[in-house]
């Protein structure tokens, strides 16, 4: 590996000189500072932009914060590809991806406060948006810039990317009636109040007001029985369509649906992840584009001019 020594012995001028030609001082000649450079490219040069951070007292890295291992499964393919976008954007800045996980709030926050005091990272993107979040919090005592990868709940002022979740309900909502005619849908959702789940949820309930449709709504959690579902759906024998929150519910819904009922219906999700092979040609998924949300995500972060500086990006969605 070539370091600075190699450059300066090559270039006839001391270690210091090289180093503060490769960071462009204005006390060391231009003519010097471009021969400098020039060997250092030639000669293949790779600068320790990790170890020039630190010397500000910052890493070159940006921490990534899950939502706690109680209430996601934190190896959904959705996570994995806000992951692959945020890492797209971060190569180009020449910084890494930390992940801070916790399967409490206590943890999580413990691990975010190791991250800045002991690795000192001082750049985060959230992979949720949750109310009263004490890591959120925190980061902001600490005047730490983050991106949220949702919309902010109690925190107006954050950064954050999002999708429109109240048009996509009602994209979904609209694709079922418009394509499938459906009289009696039913909305599939979780009980963990996340903000995006709920703002679903009222854009299908505004498109069945307008079309004077009943709504009928069927909580699936991790707690929740297989009997318990299959009871819901006995329940409500005249459903005809499903809109599920997420893929996990959907292919839940979808699996207990196929064990005990011999009709097909209309199924729409969001995220995208279930396999063509697994379902049927009519369950349906919102696409969120959750690479083109990671990467959006670290470019808020990484902005540059306060007078230019963009608040947040909404993402758009697609029904395939």
Same mark, same amino acid.
Request: no cysteine; hydrophobic share 40%; charged share 20%.
């Given at each position: 590996?070539?370091?600075?020594?190699?450059?300066?012995?090559?270039?006839?001028?001391?270690?210091?000189?090289?180093?503060?030609?490769?960071?462009? &001082?204005?006390?060391?000649?231009?003519?010097?500072?471009?021969?400098?450079?020039?060997?250092?490219?030639?000669?293949?040069?790779?600068?320790? /932009?990790?170890?020039?951070?630190?010397?500000?007292?910052?890493?070159?890295?940006?921490?990534?914060?899950?939502?706690?291992?109680?209430?996601?499964?934190?190896?959904?393919? %959705?996570?994995?590809?806000?992951?692959?976008?945020?890492?797209?954007?971060?190569? =180009?800045? $020449?910084?890494?991806?930390?992940?801070?996980?916790?399967?409490?709030?206590?943890?999580?926050?413990?691990?975010?406060?190791?991250?800045?005091?002991?690795?000192?990272?001082?750049?985060?993107?959230?992979?949720?948006?949750?109310?009263?979040?004490?890591?959120?919090?925190?980061?902001?005592?600490?005047?730490?810039? %983050?991106?949220?990868?949702?919309?902010?709940?109690? $925190?107006?002022?954050?950064?954050?990317?999002?999708?429109?979740? %109240?048009?996509?309900?009602?994209?979904?909502?609209?694709?079922?009636? *418009?394509?499938?005619?459906?009289?009696?849908?039913?909305?599939?959702?979780?009980?963990?109040?996340?903000?995006?789940?709920?703002?679903?949820?009222?854009?299908?309930?505004?498109?069945?007001?307008?079309?004077?449709?009943?709504?009928?709504?069927?909580?699936?959690?991790?707690? *929740?029985?297989?009997?318990?579902?299959? $009871?819901?759906?006995?329940?409500?024998?005249?459903?005809?369509?499903?809109? =599920?929150?997420?893929?996990?519910?959907?292919?839940? %819904?979808?699996?207990?649906?196929?064990?005990?009922?011999?009709?097909?219906?209309?199924?729409?999700?969001?995220?995208?992840?279930? =396999?063509?092979?697994?379902?049927? &040609?009519?369950?349906?998924?919102? &696409?969120?584009?959750?690479?083109?949300?990671?990467?959006?995500?670290?470019? /808020?972060?990484?902005?540059?001019?306060?007078?230019?500086?963009?608040?947040?990006?909404?993402?758009?969605?697609?029904?395939?």
């Amino acid at each position: 590996m070539v370091t600075i020594r190699d450059i300066a012995k090559e270039a006839g001028v001391s270690v210091s000189t090289a180093s503060r030609a490769l960071n462009d &001082n204005p006390h060391v000649s231009q003519a010097t500072r471009q021969r400098v450079q020039q060997l250092a490219e030639q000669m293949g040069y790779v600068p320790n /932009l990790n170890a020039k951070n630190l010397t500000n007292g910052e890493a070159n890295a940006v921490g990534v914060i899950f939502p706690t291992s109680d209430r996601v499964a934190q190896a959904n393919p %959705f996570y994995i590809d806000l992951l692959r976008g945020i890492n797209l954007e971060l190569v =180009a800045h $020449h910084a890494v991806l930390s992940i801070a996980i916790g399967s409490t709030p206590e943890m999580l926050l413990q691990n975010v406060r190791a991250m800045v005091q002991q690795s000192h990272i001082k750049k985060f993107i959230f992979l949720y948006s949750d109310v009263n979040d004490e890591v959120a919090q925190w980061l902001r005592d600490q005047d730490i810039p %983050f991106v949220i990868v949702g919309h902010p709940i109690d $925190h107006g002022d954050d950064l954050f990317v999002d999708n429109d979740n %109240f048009e996509a309900g009602a994209a979904a909502a609209r694709y079922l009636l *418009t394509h499938y005619h459906v009289k009696h849908p039913v909305f599939v959702e979780s009980n963990q109040g996340w903000e995006y789940e709920m703002n679903r949820r009222e854009g299908f309930e505004r498109v069945m007001a307008a079309y004077h449709i009943p709504v009928r709504i069927i909580s699936i959690t991790a707690e *929740t029985s297989n009997t318990e579902t299959i $009871h819901a759906i006995e329940n409500n024998p005249a459903i005809d369509g499903v809109i =599920a929150t997420d893929d996990d519910r959907a292919m839940e %819904f979808y699996r207990l649906w196929h064990l005990t009922q011999t009709e097909t219906i209309p199924f729409i999700s969001f995220n995208q992840t279930v =396999a063509k092979q697994l379902v049927d &040609n009519e369950f349906h998924s919102i &696409n969120l584009f959750p690479e083109r949300m990671g990467e959006a995500a670290a470019q /808020l972060l990484f902005q540059s001019d306060e007078s230019t500086r963009a608040r947040h990006r909404l993402i758009p969605f697609e029904i395939n």
